[in-house]
């Protein structure tokens, strides 16, 4: 098993970093090898054009056009991390229908080696989006429908998902977290995951609504509105989210916490200090859907590929920042990134 420090901490503010070295991370993408552990989601898009108001009802009738199923949730980790250029395995749970296959079908094109768990007793994750519009017209998302299932998976499935993760783990130097609170990051394979937090490999996590049960992991990254849930109170200035981050650090007993801002960047926690990486650019977002999978990607390879928290953090947020100029659930190139890092 590789042991890979997680972090290399700096006594006292520094500097922004040389730009070249922020494209020397870069250059070592490719040799990584990222295993992926979390809820599989088919992101499936239909769109169609508006004809009319319905006599029905008061709502729209769309023509349908044509329909797509892209990686979605932890799938869409594990494709941003391929379209950078890692090599990638990714772990989670497909039931055995038309969305388990089409993500299985998904997973090969982007050449990402998939170790599911199927079940016919499991519906696969589905976010279903509408979009519509007239024919000339951008087509907008007017309605969403969520599959899947309401309860955990069985403990005969948690107890597959854990060896699974512990045998692959075995083969890759970092491990990406991405929690959606579908039940494949369970008490199982959250132990397999302390296991190699105690072996030193670099384990990243994400997690959507359970914070709290992650505490002891390396590296965090909740967003905003996630911190406050943690703390418990609303957020309103620059300061009370520095309080809440060290507050939350101290909760979840990790060695750095990433906090996602929006338009207003990441903050950094780390051991010794306090950083902003201010938002990249100035363009107004299109889209967010997934752009947290693609920050959570980049931030776990850049810290594959020996970058400090902070570095890695940089990386990441021009990252976040690419990928919300491009619509639906998108991925970023590793010439886009390197494109677009300062020189």
């Known amino acids: 098993m590789p042991a890979r ?111 599911a768990i199927t079940s016919p007793k499991v519906v696969t994750e589905t976010k279903t989006r509408i979009l519509a519009g007239g024919l000339s017209t951008t087509r907008q998302q007017v309605v969403r429908l969520d599959q899947g299932a309401l309860e955990p998976p069985p403990p005969s499935l948690r107890e597959r998902l854990a060896r699974t993760v512990a045998r692959v783990a075995a083969q890759v130097d970092a491990v990406l977290v991405s929690d959606y609170g579908a039940g494949v990051v369970g008490d199982e394979v959250r132990a397999v995951l302390r296991e190699l937090v105690a072996r030193g490999v670099t384990v990243c996590v994400d997690s959507r609504y359970g914070l709290m049960k992650f505490a002891g992991f390396p590296v965090l990254k909740p967003n905003e509105p996630e911190l406050e849930a943690l703390v418990g109170r609303p957020l309103r200035t620059d300061r009370e989210v520095t309080e809440a981050g060290r507050q939350a650090k101290r909760m979840l007993r990790c060695n750095a916490l990433v906090v996602t801002r929006g338009h207003k960047g990441m903050r950094v926690f780390t051991p010794r200090r306090v950083e902003d990486v201010p938002v990249h650019g100035a363009a107004e977002a299109v889209d967010v859907t997934g752009a947290g999978d693609t920050v959570i990607a980049a931030l776990t390879l850049s810290l594959s590929a020996g970058a400090s928290v902070v570095d890695a953090a940089r990386v990441a947020n021009v990252a976040g920042a690419l990928v919300v100029q491009k619509m639906g659930t998108a991925t970023l190139t590793l010439g886009e990134l390197q494109e677009a890092l300062p020189r």
Do not use: C, W
């Open 5 to 115: 420090s997680t972090l290399r901490t700096v006594a006292k503010k520094a500097a922004a970093p040389a730009p070249s070295s922020l494209h020397r991370i870069l250059g070592d993408f490719a040799s990584q090898r990222v295993l992926v552990v979390g809820d599989l989601v088919a992101d499936h898009y239909v769109y169609g054009h508006t004809e009319r108001v319905s006599r029905e009802a008061p709502v729209l009738v769309v023509r349908h056009e044509r329909s797509e199923v892209k990686l979605g949730g932890a799938a869409n980790a594990a494709a941003n991390l391929a379209s950078l250029g890692a090599r990638v395995r990714a772990v989670g749970l497909l039931g055995r229908d038309p969305m388990g296959e089409s993500l299985t079908q998904a997973f090969k094109a982007q050449g990402i080696r998939l170790d």
